[in-house]
T-cell receptor, first 113, second 113 residues
C-alpha cells in the first residue's frame, strides 16, 4: 500500500525565515501530488498541485514545491514566511491507478511575529 | 460557484447509535469522496461515489456506508458507533471520478460518548 511521510511534525519559525517541509511517498507508479493547508478554524484548502510537466510548481501565497521523481519527494518551500502562514500543512498523493488521496500525517507550522 | 458544504457541523452520539452525515458537492462536480480525520492525524479515505455508485473504498468496515444522489450530493452513514469513530469527517468533491483535484468541505465533527 502506498504511504506518505511528512518528517517534520512541528515547525516553529520566525517571520521572514525560509521554510521547507519534507514529503516522501512510497508509490512507484505515476502519481499526482498535492499540498493542502488547514488554517486554524478553517477547512482544508488546496495550496498547489503537480500533475505533469515542470516539476517545480508554484501555488498560492508564494508557496512552491518541487517534484523529484528519483527521490519520491515533493517538498514544499517558501522563501519568507509570514505570521499568517501559521497552519497545518498536508502532503497528499493520488496515484493514477486509483481514486483516493493518501495523506501524510501533517506538519504543524507556527510562525512567531 | 458554490463550494462544498457539509451538515451538521457538530454531532454528539452515544456508542451503538447510528449517524448520517450529509455533503453537497461543488457545482459542476460529479464525484464525492469521504475521509475520516482523527485528532492529530491526516485524513484517511473511507470511500468515493461517482455517478451514484461506490467507486473505491478504503480500509473501513461495512458499518460505514454511503449514498450518492442524482444531484451528486452524498450521505455517509455509520452504524453501531464506537468510541474510536470520534473524528472530523470530511467530504471532498471533484470531477472525473476522483482523478482530479479534490476540494474539501468544512467537515462534521462527530463525538461518540
Amino acid at each position: 500500500a502506498q504511504s506518505v511521510s511528512q518528517h517534520n511534525h512541528h515547525v516553529i519559525l520566525s517571520e521572514a525565515a525560509s521554510l521547507e517541509l519534507g514529503c516522501n511517498y512510497s508509490y512507484g507508479g505515476t502519481v499526482n501530488l498535492f499540498w493542502y493547508v488547514q488554517y486554524p478554524g478553517q477547512h482544508l484548502q488546496l495550496l498547489l498541485k503537480y500533475f505533469s510537466g515542470d516539476p517545480l510548481v508554484k501555488g498560492i501565497k508564494g508557496f512552491e514545491a518541487e517534484f523529484i521523481k528519483s527521490k519520491f519527494s515533493f517538498n514544499l518551500r517558501k522563501p519568507s514566511v509570514q505570521w499568517s502562514d501559521t497552519a497545518e500543512y498536508f502532503c497528499a498523493v493520488l496515484h493514477n491507478a486509483g481514486n483516493m488521496l493518501t495523506f501524510g500525517g501533517g506538519t504543524r507550522l507556527m510562525v512567531k511575529p | 460557484e458554490t463550494g462544498v458544504t457539509q451538515s451538521p457541523t457538530h454531532l454528539i452520539k452515544t456508542r451503538g447509535q447510528q449517524v448520517t452525515l450529509r455533503c453537497s458537492s461543488q457545482s459542476g462536480h460529479n464525484t464525492v469522496s469521504w475521509y475520516q480525520q482523527a485528532l492529530g492525524q491526516g485524513p484517511q479515505f473511507i470511500f468515493q461515489y461517482y455517478r451514484e455508485e461506490e467507486n473505491g473504498r478504503g480500509n473501513f468496515p461495512p458499518r460505514f456506508s454511503g449514498l450518492q444522489f442524482p444531484n451528486y450530493s452524498s450521505e455517509l452513514n455509520v452504524n453501531a458507533l464506537e468510541l474510536d469513530d470520534s473524528a472530523l469527517y470530511l467530504c471532498a468533491s471533484s470531477w472525473k471520478g476522483g482523478a482530479d483535484t479534490q476540494y474539501f468541505g468544512p467537515g462534521t465533527r462527530l463525538t461518540v460518548l
